[in-house]
C-alpha cells in the first residue's frame, strides 16, 4: 500500500486534530447513490456529500490466506429512513458498497488505497433501530445486466427518493409522467419522454 505523504504523516501520528472517516457509498439498481459518512456532520469527498449517519462496522472473516472475505456493517435507520429502499430493492441485496476511509483534513488526497469494493449478500433488520448488510467480495457474474430498462413514460426512480426529490404533501405516486406534473415535480422525471417505441435496455 503506497500513500501520499501527508497521509502517511497523520497515519503515524500519536495524537491527530482531525479524524479518519469511513465513507460509505451505496449503488441503487436505478443507479442512485446512498452516501453516508461516520461524522457529526456531512462531507464532501470527491465532488459529492456524503451524509452524516450513524453505522458500525462489525465481524469480518477471513480465508486461509488472511484475506477478507466477508464484513458485517450496522447502519442505524432512524425514522425508517432505508426502509423504502429495503422494500423497493429486495434488501438491497446484489448492491455495490464502497468503503472509503479518508482523513478529514486531506479530502483531496489519493485514496485509491484506501477504497474497498463490496457487494451486499444479505440483509437482516433485527429490530426498528438498525439494519445489518452482510458484505462480501464485488464480483462481476453477479452483477445486474442490463442495469435498468428505459421506459418513455415510466418513473425509474423512488418516490421521494434521493434522485425524486419530491418534497410536497401527497404521500403516493404511480410514476408517470402525468402524475409527476401534477406534482409540479416533472424536472426530476425517472423516465425518457424522448424514447419511442419498445422500452430499451441500458447496460
Not at 426529490?165 to 405516486?173: I, K, M, N, R, S
Request: aromatic share 10%.
Amino acid at each position: 500500500m503506497t500513500l501520499p505523504l501527508a497521509l502517511r504523516l497523520e497515519k503515524n501520528k500519536l495524537i491527530s486534530t482531525a479524524p479518519w472517516l469511513v465513507l460509505v457509498a451505496i449503488t441503487l439498481p436505478d443507479t442512485s447513490v446512498i452516501r453516508i459518512v461516520k461524522n457529526t456532520e456531512d462531507v464532501t469527498f470527491g465532488g459529492n456529500v456524503y451524509t452524516a449517519f450513524a453505522f458500525e462496522l462489525g465481524d469480518q472473516r477471513a480465508s486461509g490466506d488472511g484475506k477478507v472475505q466477508s464484513l458485517s456493517l450496522r447502519v442505524a435507520n432512524p425514522a425508517r429512513a432505508f426502509t423504502p429502499y429495503l422494500e423497493e430493492y429486495e434488501g438491497l441485496v446484489g448492491c455495490s458498497l464502497v468503503l472509503s476511509l479518508v482523513h478529514a483534513d486531506n479530502l483531496g488526497s489519493d485514496y485509491t488505497d484506501l477504497i474497498l469494493n463490496w457487494e451486499i449478500m444479505a440483509t437482516t433488520v433485527p429490530d426498528e433501530e438498525w439494519i445489518e448488510f452482510t458484505l462480501g467480495a464485488e464480483s462481476p457474474i453477479r452483477r445486474r445486466f442490463p442495469l435498468y430498462v428505459i421506459t418513455p413514460l415510466s418513473c425509474n426512480w423512488l418516490f421521494k427518493g434521493v434522485e425524486c426529490a419530491y418534497a410536497g404533501v401527497a404521500t403516493t405516486c404511480d410514476r408517470t409522467l402525468d402524475n409527476c406534473r401534477t406534482l409540479n415535480n416533472s424536472g426530476r422525471f425517472g423516465g425518457r419522454p424522448g424514447v419511442l417505441g419498445a422500452p430499451r435496455f441500458v447496460g
